[in-house]
């Protein structure tokens, strides 16, 4: 069980949003803590999507963005497109644990 | 833009220390403020954080990892490496070294990742 929670699996059609919960609590989102998210294909290494909550690097486009409440944090897909079919994980930092966390992972599927 | 790659045995036995290594290219590990990170996901699961060890000299740990764990660096080198003791099979998995620039202390995300080492624990 992770400390970051995540749905295992989301979907949507093509053109279609969809958004991705990361759960957390007060010692890491709630504390305010930054929340980073990565998508990763099969067979390959993890891509850094957001940095510091709201920031993409160079390359990723302004489909992807999210927001934070409380001890959540989300990201939302728009006007997906097949090739954003992957994996997508958050990651924050945890006060109690004095370390970083992975949320379990979400399976995006493009219908 | 920095890269790194891993290095070690792929296989490990069991209660032995699973040690990798990873390079860094294409920039010095002095050059700024780094988190040098080890991530690892076993077969069909989520990533598991296992530690990360700052320019600065701190380490965090994985608590649940924290008594077999080192990282540790050697920016002669530019290489930091990873040693995970008394290994079972739980321990099989995919490891990767990522790095997050910080600025100010400040974590930017694991933006350089490795393409990962499998390593197995099995006799």
């Known amino acids: 069980q992770s400390v970051l929670t995540q749905p295992p699996s989301v979907s949507g059609a093509p053109g279609q949003t969809v958004t991705i919960p990361c759960i957390g609590s007060?010692?890491?989102?709630?504390?305010?803590?930054?929340v980073h998210w990565y998508q990763q294909f099969p067979g390959t290494a993890p891509k850094l999507l957001i940095y510091?909550?709201?920031n993409r690097p160079s390359g990723v486009p302004e489909r992807f963005s999210t927001s934070r409440s409380g001890t959540s944090a989300s990201l939302a897909i728009t006007g997906l497109q097949a090739e954003d079919e992957a994996d997508f994980y958050c990651?924050?930092?945890?006060?109690?644990?004095?370390?970083?966390?992975f949320g379990g992972g979400t399976k995006l599927t493009v219908l | 833009q920095v890269q790194l790659q891993e290095s070690g045995p792929g296989l490990v036995k069991p209660s032995q220390t699973l040690s990798l290594t990873c390079t860094v290219s294409?920039?010095?590990?002095?050059?700024?403020?780094?988190?040098w990170s080890w991530i690892r996901q076993p077969a069909g699961k989520g990533l598991e954080w296992i530690g990360r060890?700052?320019?600065?000299?701190?380490?965090n740990y994985n608590p649940s990892l924290k008594s077999r764990v080192t990282i540790s660096l050697d920016t002669s080198k530019n290489q930091f490496s990873l040693r995970l003791s008394s290994v079972t099979a739980a321990d099989t998995a995919v490891y990767y070294c990522?790095?997050?620039?910080?600025?100010?202390?400040?974590?930017?995300?694991?933006?350089?990742w490795g393409k990962g080492a499998t390593v197995t624990v099995s006799s």
């Open positions: 007060s010692s890491n989102i709630g504390a305010g803590y930054d």
């Open positions: 510091r909550n709201t």
């Open positions: 294409g920039g010095s590990m002095s050059s700024d403020t780094y988190y």
């Open positions: 060890f700052h320019t600065s000299g701190s380490a």
């Open positions: 990651q924050s930092y945890d006060s109690s644990l004095v370390g970083s966390v």
């Open positions: 990522a790095t997050a620039r910080t600025i100010l202390g400040v974590d930017l995300g694991l933006a350089v």
